[in-house]
């Protein structure tokens, strides 16, 4: 294992991953840290964890395992991986994480670059931009559990970390990775641990990665990634094969639990020409709607159709449940839902099942028991179809909720398997 990854959560890790199979970079995404001693076969291993949203102790605790596992697997280069929309709060977790990363792996210094100008996000000046909006006038300010309030991500990871946070302009990385190298051992000279650099552009991602070749830890969203497999291949390390899995054949479900302006489009696109249930929070909440009823009515479905279940909402709606129902209590039960109906459709032979949201995609790998997952086709930008092992073979797709197409439900279902 050439490059280890730690990714803060589920579709992340997936994202990350198709960048670097796209790469060339045989890649393996794994569930959690694995356990035991085994050493795999691959040129790249995504940790997939769940702690984009947590206490940040043990977002760090998490972490550390996961890049100490790596680490014993023989990866010298490591990538924290998270949202291009930089989700987290003032309190957390990425840059606590980060900082404790850089103790463990002994890197001077770490980039920071959540930039992934294929779905809009760029970074000028060190400030984050969503299509043609500041970060924190795209929507995610309304963000039901990482509300980002402010654009400038060198003032939020200060408010986050210990350390000093330098930056690199984008005309200095526009100057080639000879002079870009040389601007961030200039920021760690003046004892800045972690420095943000602007991008734009793929090529400026490009560059980046080839400037980052000898840095020990890397931080980004999955666009850091675009110049990596590169350097590898440069110093001959790289076999050229990609890994190929079983093709899922079977029946396919959505679920759906973001409620981000992406997702809302997606779910009501699917809606014009598949059925939907919608879970009510007071209906979770009070055990009215159970998996064993959202069950029975996905069952109950045509199969020329794509049922989609979600909690999909806007965002004042999210809001007022929350203040009612109590917002860790409703995220948790509506998680614990969607996971206990993924189990049951998957064990009644369902074998296609498309997750929307990072949070859900989580809670339905975890409840799934799934220990890793081979990277497919590209089914939207930073999305792959993935296929797993659970008595047999199982596709999925697991979305960010910013991420995909409004037709992103139906096309998902067809690259993942077939009927």
Known sequence: MLLGAIADDFTGASDLANTLAKGGMATTQFVGVPTGSERYDCEAGVVSLKTRSIAPDEAVRQSLAAVDWLEAQGCEQFLFKYCSTFDSTPQGNIGPVAEALLERTGAGMAAVCPAFPATGRRLFMGHLFVGDRLLS?????????????????????????????GSVALDVVRAGPQALAEAFEARRKEGCRLVVADAVDDEDLKILGKALAGLRLITGGSGIALGLPANFRDAGLLSGARSSGAVAAGPVVALCGSCSAASQRQVAAHLSSHPGLALDPEAVMSGTMTADKAASWVMEQHTDFIPIVYSTVNPAAVARAQRELGREKLAAGIEALFADLACRLADAGFRRIVVGGGETSGAVVEALGLSSMVVGDEIDPGVPALVAERDGALGLALKSGNFGADDFFAKAAGLIGRP
């Not at 039901?144 to 946070?165: F, S």
């Open 137 to 165: 006038e795209s929507g995610m300010e309304n963000h039901p559990l990482t509300p980002m309030t402010d654009p400038d991500i060198r003032r939020w990871l200060r408010r986050q970390t210990k350390g000093e946070v």
